[in-house]
Nanobody
Protein backbone atom coordinates (compact mmCIF):
# COMPACT_ATOMS: atom_id res chain seq x y z
CA UNK A 1 0.00 0.00 0.00
CA UNK A 2 1.37 3.40 -1.02
CA UNK A 3 1.56 5.83 1.85
CA UNK A 4 2.82 9.40 2.10
CA UNK A 5 2.44 10.68 5.64
CA UNK A 6 3.00 14.37 6.29
CA UNK A 7 3.75 15.99 9.61
CA UNK A 8 5.02 19.29 10.94
CA UNK A 9 2.37 21.79 9.93
CA UNK A 10 0.92 24.33 12.31
CA UNK A 11 0.41 27.98 13.14
CA UNK A 12 3.35 30.37 13.08
CA UNK A 13 3.85 34.11 13.00
CA UNK A 14 5.22 35.83 9.93
CA UNK A 15 8.98 35.52 9.84
CA UNK A 16 8.90 32.22 11.69
CA UNK A 17 9.91 28.73 10.61
CA UNK A 18 8.37 25.30 10.25
CA UNK A 19 9.76 21.95 9.15
CA UNK A 20 7.54 19.54 7.26
CA UNK A 21 8.30 15.83 7.03
CA UNK A 22 7.01 13.26 4.57
CA UNK A 23 7.49 9.55 5.28
CA UNK A 24 7.03 7.43 2.16
CA UNK A 25 6.32 3.70 1.90
CA UNK A 26 4.83 1.17 -0.48
CA UNK A 27 6.82 2.12 -3.59
CA UNK A 28 10.50 2.16 -4.63
CA UNK A 29 11.74 5.42 -3.13
CA UNK A 30 14.73 5.74 -5.47
CA UNK A 31 12.48 5.58 -8.56
CA UNK A 32 10.39 8.55 -7.52
CA UNK A 33 10.81 12.25 -7.01
CA UNK A 34 9.17 13.41 -3.80
CA UNK A 35 8.05 16.87 -2.95
CA UNK A 36 5.41 19.28 -1.85
CA UNK A 37 2.57 21.13 -3.45
CA UNK A 38 0.15 23.44 -1.73
CA UNK A 39 -3.45 24.46 -2.13
CA UNK A 40 -4.89 27.64 -0.69
CA UNK A 41 -8.62 28.51 -0.79
CA UNK A 42 -9.53 30.06 -4.11
CA UNK A 43 -6.07 29.51 -5.58
CA UNK A 44 -4.65 26.99 -7.99
CA UNK A 45 -2.45 24.17 -6.82
CA UNK A 46 1.19 25.21 -6.73
CA UNK A 47 4.21 22.95 -6.84
CA UNK A 48 6.42 24.24 -4.02
CA UNK A 49 9.56 22.12 -3.94
CA UNK A 50 10.55 18.65 -5.07
CA UNK A 51 13.64 16.45 -5.02
CA UNK A 52 14.76 13.45 -6.98
CA UNK A 53 16.27 11.02 -4.50
CA UNK A 54 18.20 9.25 -7.25
CA UNK A 55 20.38 12.20 -8.31
CA UNK A 56 19.49 15.01 -5.92
CA UNK A 57 17.90 17.27 -8.54
CA UNK A 58 15.68 19.86 -6.94
CA UNK A 59 12.93 22.27 -7.91
CA UNK A 60 11.76 25.37 -6.07
CA UNK A 61 8.89 27.63 -6.98
CA UNK A 62 10.03 31.23 -7.46
CA UNK A 63 7.82 32.24 -4.56
CA UNK A 64 9.86 30.17 -2.07
CA UNK A 65 13.40 30.34 -3.45
CA UNK A 66 15.87 31.43 -0.80
CA UNK A 67 13.42 30.70 2.01
CA UNK A 68 12.60 26.98 1.72
CA UNK A 69 15.05 24.08 1.59
CA UNK A 70 14.18 20.51 0.63
CA UNK A 71 16.23 17.50 1.66
CA UNK A 72 15.96 13.74 1.51
CA UNK A 73 17.03 11.00 3.91
CA UNK A 74 17.06 7.97 1.63
CA UNK A 75 17.81 5.59 4.51
CA UNK A 76 14.53 6.63 6.14
CA UNK A 77 12.52 7.16 2.93
CA UNK A 78 11.71 10.60 4.27
CA UNK A 79 11.75 14.04 2.68
CA UNK A 80 11.90 17.27 4.66
CA UNK A 81 10.93 20.82 3.80
CA UNK A 82 12.51 23.49 5.97
CA UNK A 83 10.46 26.66 5.65
CA UNK A 84 12.03 29.88 6.92
CA UNK A 85 10.94 33.52 6.76
CA UNK A 86 7.35 32.43 6.38
CA UNK A 87 4.84 34.90 4.99
CA UNK A 88 1.04 35.03 5.31
CA UNK A 89 0.81 34.14 1.62
CA UNK A 90 2.44 30.80 2.43
CA UNK A 91 -0.74 29.81 4.25
CA UNK A 92 -2.18 26.69 2.60
CA UNK A 93 -2.65 22.98 2.94
CA UNK A 94 0.67 21.36 2.05
CA UNK A 95 0.59 17.97 0.42
CA UNK A 96 3.45 15.55 -0.02
CA UNK A 97 3.49 13.98 -3.45
CA UNK A 98 5.50 11.45 -5.46
CA UNK A 99 6.27 11.36 -9.18
CA UNK A 100 7.75 8.48 -11.15
CA UNK A 101 11.04 9.87 -12.48
CA UNK A 102 10.20 8.22 -15.79
CA UNK A 103 8.16 11.34 -16.57
CA UNK A 104 11.42 13.24 -16.74
CA UNK A 105 13.01 15.64 -14.27
CA UNK A 106 11.66 18.53 -16.29
CA UNK A 107 8.29 17.66 -14.79
CA UNK A 108 9.45 17.93 -11.18
CA UNK A 109 6.61 19.32 -9.10
CA UNK A 110 4.20 19.34 -12.05
CA UNK A 111 3.02 15.72 -11.98
CA UNK A 112 2.20 13.62 -8.93
CA UNK A 113 1.28 9.93 -9.04
CA UNK A 114 0.59 9.71 -5.30
CA UNK A 115 -0.06 12.22 -2.55
CA UNK A 116 -0.81 12.32 1.14
CA UNK A 117 -3.67 13.72 3.20
CA UNK A 118 -2.08 17.13 3.61
CA UNK A 119 -1.04 19.26 6.56
CA UNK A 120 -2.24 22.79 7.29
CA UNK A 121 0.28 25.61 7.46
CA UNK A 122 -1.06 28.92 8.73
CA UNK A 123 1.10 32.04 8.89
CA UNK A 124 -0.32 34.95 10.82
CA UNK A 125 0.59 38.55 10.04
Amino acid sequence: EVQLVESGGGLVQAGGSLRLSCAASGFPFDDYAIGWFRQAPGKEREGVSCISSSDGSTYYADSVKGRFTISSDNAKNTVYLQMNSLKPEDTAVYYCGAMDVGYGLGNLCSIFDYWGQGTQVTVSA
